[in-house]
């Protein structure tokens, strides 16, 4: 039996931080309403010469030295972002490019702030069926660029950032019970395009010719997202077939604090298991569940043996969910 286990991870966070505060003097807003009703006090902004890309590589650098692993040793790199360098190419090839890997598939997945999600999914569908061995997953977002500037709705929400990990192939004995021993244990993703309305960017190549601006219908967005985070973690731990109290980490999508209260909540989760970095990253959209891992890695909470739940909801809507021994 073959396990994708992650072998290493790393971060990237633009220099600039921008304050609450800042942001209160040109929006009509204050420090305590932002914080009261997300949890978010900063959040990091790219500036002149910062991409997706370069963040990306940043990221995967770091994740590669934390593997002890060489670029040419990655057979596969997959990129979720929704705001990547070009329309095309992939920001993925960029990527490769920098790190001189081999000439290996590498290729970008939308599925907003999910993606990362659904990119790791991806990478272990292809691991487990021997179409690579080893694959850097990445999801990387300069939301920065796409957000309304003057409305304080959305604006006040989001930040730039990416965060990466390295996924090796790993044969597990046959003996290995099935939640035991390193690795990806199981996964489940949804989306249901029918709410596409209630969080979307205004423009694109072939509707406006432009890039447009994030809209959003917030009461909405939080209503199914405590909904749909719940459902799907009950459904991907009963599907491993491990009790919820055995779950030593929940790093979910940083998205709001509400959320993440509400959900654990639902769950019967101890708020002490849940990665929370949404205080100082805010809403980094494909970028906030590796960063959180990555946080929760270097600072040594995360550990060997321990079993830890990702989830996320996104834009389209598209949510999911992977449980992972470390």
Same mark, same amino acid.
């Given at each position: 039996? #073959?396990?994708?286990?992650?072998?290493?991870?790393?971060?990237?966070?633009? *220099?600039?931080?921008?304050?609450?505060?800042?942001?209160?003097?040109?929006?009509?807003?204050?420090?305590?309403?932002?914080?009261?009703? =997300?949890?978010?006090?900063?959040?990091?902004?790219?500036?002149?010469?910062?991409?997706?890309?370069?963040?990306?590589?940043?990221?995967?650098? $770091?994740?590669?030295?934390?593997?002890?692993?060489?670029?040419?040793?990655?057979?596969? #790199?997959?990129? /979720?972002?929704?705001? *990547?360098?070009?329309?095309? *190419?992939?920001? /993925?090839?960029?990527?490769?490019?920098?790190?001189?890997? /081999?000439?290996?598939?590498?290729?970008?997945?939308?599925?907003?702030?999910?993606?990362?999600?659904? $990119? !790791?999914?991806?990478? &272990?569908?292809?691991?487990?069926?021997?179409?690579?061995?080893?694959?850097?997953?990445?999801?990387?977002? =300069?939301?920065?660029?796409?957000?309304?500037?003057? &409305?304080? =709705?959305?604006?006040?929400?989001?930040?730039?950032?990416?965060?990466? @990990?390295?996924?090796?192939?790993?044969?597990?004995?046959?003996?290995?019970?099935?939640?035991?021993?390193?690795?990806?244990?199981?996964?489940?993703?949804?989306?249901?395009?029918?709410?596409? &309305?209630?969080?979307?960017?205004?423009?694109?190549?072939?509707?406006?010719?432009?890039?447009?601006?994030?809209? !959003?219908?917030?009461?909405?967005?939080?209503?199914?997202?405590?909904?749909?985070?719940?459902?799907?973690?009950?459904?991907?731990?009963?599907?491993?077939?491990?009790? #919820?109290?055995? @779950? &030593?980490?929940?790093?979910?999508?940083?998205?709001?604090?509400? @959320?993440?209260?509400?959900?654990?909540?639902?769950?019967?989760?101890?708020?002490?298991?849940?990665?929370?970095?949404?205080?100082?990253?805010?809403?980094?959209?494909?970028?906030?569940?590796?960063?959180?891992?990555?946080?929760?890695?270097?600072?040594?909470?995360?550990?060997?043996?321990?079993?830890?739940?990702?989830?996320? !909801?996104?834009?389209?809507?598209?949510?999911?969910?992977?449980?992972?021994? !470390?």
């Amino acid at each position: 039996m #073959i396990r994708s286990v992650i072998r290493g991870a790393g971060a990237a966070l633009p *220099p600039r931080v921008v304050t609450n505060e800042e942001l209160a003097d040109r929006l009509e807003t204050s420090n305590d309403w932002i914080v009261e009703r =997300t949890g978010i006090r900063q959040r990091h902004i790219a500036g002149e010469g910062e991409t997706t890309s370069t963040l990306a590589i940043e990221a995967a650098r $770091a994740a590669l030295a934390d593997a002890g692993i060489d670029a040419d040793g990655i057979d596969l #790199i997959v990129l /979720a972002t929704a705001t *990547p360098d070009n329309t095309f *190419p992939a920001t /993925a090839t960029k990527v490769q490019a920098a790190l001189g890997c /081999a000439p290996c598939p590498a290729f970008d997945i939308a599925a907003v702030c999910s993606g990362f999600l659904y $990119a !790791m999914s991806t990478a &272990d569908a292809m691991l487990a069926s021997g179409q690579a061995k080893c694959a850097l997953v990445i999801g990387a977002e =300069t939301f920065s660029r796409i957000l309304d500037w003057e &409305d304080r =709705t959305t604006a006040v929400l989001f930040g730039d950032g990416a965060g990466a @990990i390295v996924l090796e192939a790993q044969e597990v004995a046959d003996d290995t019970g099935p939640t035991q021993g390193p690795g990806i244990l199981t996964s489940q993703l949804h989306a249901d395009g029918s709410h596409h &309305d209630l969080l979307y960017v205004d423009g694109g190549p072939s509707t406006t010719q432009t890039v447009g601006h994030l809209r !959003m219908k917030g009461r909405e967005v939080f209503r199914h997202a405590v909904v749909n985070l719940a459902q799907v973690l009950t459904d991907v731990v009963a599907k491993a077939g491990v009790e #919820i109290g055995e @779950i &030593d980490w929940v790093v979910p999508h940083q998205a709001n604090i509400r @959320i993440l209260e509400g959900t654990a909540k639902k769950l019967g989760l101890p708020p002490e298991k849940v990665i929370v970095t949404v205080d100082r990253h805010a809403n980094t959209s494909a970028a906030s569940v590796p960063l959180a891992f990555a946080a929760a890695r270097a600072d040594g909470r995360i550990k060997p043996g321990d079993l830890v739940l990702f989830e996320a !909801m996104g834009g389209g809507f598209t949510w999911g969910a992977s449980l992972v021994r !470390m």
